[in-house]
């Protein structure tokens, strides 16, 4: 594999000073978000890496990207749409601290702007008039405030360790419930091809589901739209694999 993968140019989050701590259940919950968050930046780099790439001759391809990333937009949304009506307010009340998780949702308004305009373009663009470079300018005017919100919000989670750890594990549980009601054609192939096993040194189990599961997601959830796929960092068993369109490696 060559160096240029979905690791960058946005930083995954470490789990490593927490993730082994089982004495409190905000350390289970900050590393299962940590990955969650994984997922989203590896998802976002794949569409910044491999936007500049795809060749203006090549509509089919280009359609496809397109869908990738109303999905990779879609599976964001959902996933701060949870936190905001399920699971912040559930650790507010086991807090007992109103307005606790209000500095997250602040940072979910300020990436909101930018991120919306990004999902306008990848819903409405004709394949072509696609500008892979418009794509890239577009990520820029958000993925410092998102980015910085991934981060600072497992940081937040870990310093739940002072409350009901057993009340919050049931917070998460209902969370992790209701991320799985939604559009499993769009999202699930999306979810299990932006999660790679061999992370840190491939100690997590995540997303942590019966064997068959990424054989049914490739075979039947994978099929309607096969063609975004490709641009999936790993497979549907969460292996990496060479990003399908990709140049030379940058930074933002």
Same mark, same amino acid.
């Given at each position: 594999m060559s160096s240029q993968w979905a690791d960058e140019p946005y930083t995954l989050i470490s789990t490593d000073p927490f993730s082994k701590d089982s004495s409190h259940e905000?350390?289970?919950i900050a590393t299962q978000m940590a990955l969650a968050h994984n997922g989203i930046l590896r998802g976002l780099n794949s569409i910044y890496l491999q936007a500049p790439h795809i060749p203006r001759s090549d509509l089919v391809a280009i359609k496809d990207f397109l869908t990738y990333c109303q999905c990779w $937009? &879609?599976? =964001? +949304?959902?996933h701060h749409d949870a936190e905001e009506t399920i699971f912040? *307010?559930?650790i507010e009340q086991i807090s007992g601290v109103q307005g606790l998780m209000e500095r997250n949702i602040d940072q979910h308004r300020a990436f909101t702007p930018g991120f919306d305009i990004f999902q306008e373009y990848a819903r409405m663009c004709p394949p072509k008039d696609y500008d $892979?470079?418009?794509?890239?300018?577009?990520?820029?005017d958000f993925a410092e405030p998102l980015t910085r919100h991934l981060h600072d919000e497992i940081e937040t989670l870990r310093a739940l360790d002072v409350y009901d750890s057993v009340r919050l594990r049931q917070a998460y549980q209902k969370f992790e419930k209701?991320? =799985?009601? #939604?559009?499993?054609?769009?999202? %699930?192939?999306?979810?299990?091809g932006t999660a790679d096993?061999?992370? &840190? $040194?491939?100690? +997590?189990? @995540?997303p942590s589901v019966p064997f068959f599961v990424p054989f049914i997601i490739h075979h039947l959830y994978g /099929? /309607?739209? /096969? $063609? %975004?796929? /490709? @641009?999936? *960092?790993? #497979? =549907?068993?969460?292996?990496r694999r060479e990003l399908a369109f990709k140049g030379?490696? #940058?930074?933002p």
């Open positions: 905000a350390y289970y $937009g &879609e599976s =964001m +949304h959902h912040f *307010p559930s $892979g470079a418009k794509v890239r300018s577009l990520i820029d209701s991320l =799985m009601a #939604t559009d499993n054609y769009r999202i %699930a192939p999306l979810v299990f096993r061999s992370f &840190e $040194g491939g100690m +997590h189990d @995540f /099929r /309607r739209h /096969r $063609g %975004a796929w /490709r @641009f999936n *960092p790993c #497979t =549907m068993w969460r292996d030379a490696s #940058t930074t």
